[in-house]
């Protein structure tokens, strides 16, 4: 029962980060200043060093959480460089 949690578990992560790296690509390429950027951008930095603290702990590793950091850093500096007013 635990493993089917735990699969289904990371099933749902590699899902959320698939769907929203294509969100960010999209909007990216297309010069579009969307809030949805940001949204996504400050989630992976805030889901990101949670996972990481307790990998660090725990001596474990979480390579999808430590490659979601720079993404969401990078993001927000795309962001804030790129200031499109309405």
């Known amino acids: 029962m635990i493993v089917f949690i735990l699969d289904t578990l990371l099933w749902t992560v590699s899902h ?4 929203s790296s294509i969100l960010l690509l999209y909007y990216a390429f297309n010069k579009k200043d969307n809030i949805l950027i940001k949204i996504i951008s400050y989630l992976y930095i805030l889901l990101s060093i949670p996972f990481i603290a307790i990998s660090l702990l725990y001596g474990t590793l979480v390579p999808q959480w430590i490659l979601l950091l720079p993404i969401g850093i990078l993001s927000v500096l795309g962001i804030k ?3 499109i007013p309405f």
């Open 16 to 19: 959320f980060l698939f769907s």
């Open 81 to 83: 460089k790129r200031i």
